[in-house]
């Protein structure tokens, strides 16, 4: 599941719409507690231009 998750992560990224990837990376750093995550979802956000 988690490899799933973040391969449709990555695709979503690549194809340009970073928002959809972003719920998939937030879950991802809720499960694991990886800082790097974390930061992930952040720039994400910030790539999209509506950074929370």
Do not use: F, H, K, N
């Not at 992560?9 to 974390?38: F, K, N, R």
Request: aromatic share 6%; net charge negative; proline share 4%.
């Amino acid at each position: 599941m988690i490899q799933t998750l973040t391969q449709a992560a990555m695709m979503l990224t690549d194809a340009g719409v970073p928002l959809a990837a972003y719920d998939g990376v937030e879950i991802l750093a809720e499960y694991s507690a990886e800082p790097t995550l974390l930061w992930m979802c952040r720039t994400l956000q910030e790539g999209a231009g509506c950074a929370r």
